[in-house]
């Protein structure tokens, strides 16, 4: 599999619930940035956890890194309809370039 | 404050011609990053560069893909002789190092 992958592909809920999406990576990174994608539109960034910090809270998003497993995760709670997007993980390596996986879509229905 | 400024925002050319994508970082950023971003697809990174310097440019295709940061002015991404493969969405992102990167708009290339 490719340097990091977010999980699932795609995930549907109602509005209220939590939505919860997974990354995950191979080599070690300096950081790891989420974003989130409207359709047709650019990347907007929502958190930046360093390779030294566990869990990040903004809002209603929380972001946990797990360097041993090489996993993070973010968070979305009370989701609303108005958080419907691709949501990515971009990881910063050597040379701070940023390597992203395919996204997670999450649709939240009303 | 104004964010990552690119233009134009749409571009369709025609297979065979220039394509040519501005990016402005935000003010007192001089780090540029262009990814390309293909239909349902994630970014996939092309280059890294600084003020008149390219620093990382290993996700370039080897030919008809250059770019340049000049000492005044915007960052610029140059495809010649495009082709119907170029077509995506092209964006620039700007940061101070190891800070967030923050990403413009994107420009959507459409070659015909």
């Known amino acids: 599999s490719q340097q990091g992958e977010e999980d699932p592909q795609a995930l549907s809920i109602q509005e209220g619930e939590n939505a919860t999406m997974n990354c995950s990576y191979k080599?070690?990174?300096?950081?790891l940035q989420w974003y989130r994608q409207n359709s047709g539109r650019g990347l907007v960034h929502l958190i930046l956890i360093r390779s030294n910090e566990r869990e990040k809270h903004s809002g209603r998003l929380r972001v946990t890194l797990d360097t041993s497993k090489k996993s993070s995760s973010l968070l979305i709670t009370a989701s609303r309809a108005a958080d419907t997007a691709s949501y990515f993980c971009?990881?910063?390596?050597?040379?701070?370039?940023?390597?992203f996986g395919e996204g997670t879509q999450l649709t939240v229905n009303p | 404050n104004a964010g990552v400024m690119q233009n134009p925002r749409h571009l369709v050319r025609r297979r065979g011609q220039e394509a040519r994508l501005r990016c402005s970082p935000m003010k007192g950023h001089s780090h540029v990053y262009w990814y390309r971003q293909l239909p349902e697809e994630g970014l996939k990174f092309m280059v890294y560069l600084q003020k008149e310097n390219i620093i990382d440019e290993s996700g370039m295709p080897k030919e008809r893909f250059s770019a340049e940061f000049p000492k005044e002015g915007p960052s610029i991404l140059r495809i010649q002789q495009v082709v119907r493969g170029d077509s995506a969405a092209y964006f620039c992102?700007?940061?101070?190092?190891?800070?967030?990167?923050?990403f413009g708009p994107g420009t959507r290339l459409t070659v015909t």
């Open positions: 080599t070690s990174i300096n950081n």
């Open positions: 971009g990881q910063e390596t050597s040379g701070s370039r940023l390597t």
């Open positions: 992102a700007s940061s101070p190092q190891r800070y967030e990167q923050y």
